[in-house]
């Protein structure tokens, strides 16, 4: 037997359940890995409790929880290619990794080799926010000299978008609450309240203009943008639903290049981004986790261990 995080029934935090499941075992065309670590983002819980969004994902009640995940791999099954017993991995498996084994099937599920030097919680917060990160900035075609303004930039995406842009060259603007602002200066970025009024306080700081932006969470940010004169195409959104205002461009981490988690490894390791781990969790406390992270406002990461 093994463990894993369960729900039988859509809902908050409270649904979850850490439940003695039967081991699964690697297949054909699977690895199996051992979770050392599980990355929590905020769609686990959007599809934990509203049935909608879980339908959109094809997830059915009962289910496992969370998508992030970083270990070692401990079982190779044949036709399974590209990972050998022993190997560090980190990766995406959809309502299944917050459990001690999780079963992937190579190469059309999410798994990468973990580089040495980077721990396995920091790896588990890099398929989702990381790649979306990558994702959002390609979209809007960042490039050195734009002034960008980043909604929701302290957040598990924001921090990511955050120091890429700043690696792009360009000047960073990012919506957050006050509590933050210290905590994104250290990144690069100037902060600037979020709500009523945004566009103006946006004008105060960019004078000459704004001339991309990136919303990463909602829909403020964009329309702020827009009513700042950014054309759309320079607008992204990871969270707007498929047809966001204006004709902005929605996007996600599944529209991050081939490249994108060895550009974000090798920043990491070359210092040139921190991932920051707002806190960790033992797997027993993973409603308590879940709840920190519904509270939005975290400063990083939530990880799980195991």
Do not use: C
């Not at 989702?128 to 990160?133: E, I, K, R």
């Not at 700042?228 to 607008?235: A, C, K, Q, S, Y």
């Not at 060895?262 to 797997?283: C, E, S």
Request: glycine share 14%; aromatic share 6%.
């Amino acid at each position: 037997m093994s463990r894993a995080v369960i729900y039988e029934t859509f809902g908050g935090p409270e649904v979850l359940e850490l439940r003695e499941v039967p081991e699964p075992h690697a297949g054909p065309g699977e690895v199996r890995v051992r979770v050392a670590a599980a990355g929590l983002n905020p769609m686990d819980l959007i599809i934990t409790s509203l049935p909608e969004a879980a339908e959109q994902f094809g997830v059915t009640v009962p289910s496992g929880f969370g998508y992030d995940f970083a270990g070692v791999v401990d079982e190779v099954s044949g036709g399974a290619t590209g990972f050998a017993v022993g190997d560090r991995v980190y990766g995406g498996a959809l309502n299944r990794a917050t459990a001690d084994f999780v079963v992937v099937k190579t190469p059309a599920e999410a798994l990468w080799h973990t580089p040495e030097g980077i721990s396995d919680e920091v790896a588990a917060t890099l398929p989702v926010a990381g790649l979306t990160a990558v994702a959002a900035l390609a979209a809007i075609d960042l490039r050195s000299g734009d002034t960008v303004l980043v909604g929701g930039a302290a957040g598990g995406v924001g921090v990511f978008a955050v120091q890429l842009a700043k690696l792009a060259g360009a000047r960073v603007i990012g919506t957050a609450s006050e509590g933050t602002f210290e905590f994104l200066r250290q990144f690069g970025a100037e902060p600037v309240a979020y709500g009523p009024g945004l566009a103006d306080r946006v004008r105060t700081l960019a004078p000459d203009g704004v001339t991309a932006a990136t919303d990463l969470f909602g829909t403020e940010t964009a329309e702020t943008a827009l009513a700042l004169g950014v054309p759309p195409e320079r607008i992204s959104t990871i969270a707007a639903g498929p047809t966001p205002p204006g004709g902005v461009r929605a996007t996600g981490g599944i529209d991050a290049g081939p490249d994108a988690p060895q550009r974000i490894t090798d920043a990491i390791l070359a210092g040139k981004i921190t991932v920051p781990i707002a806190a960790a969790f033992p797997i027993e406390q993973t409603r308590d986790a879940v709840t920190l992270q519904a509270g939005r406002h975290v400063h990083g990461k939530i990880v799980i261990t195991l």
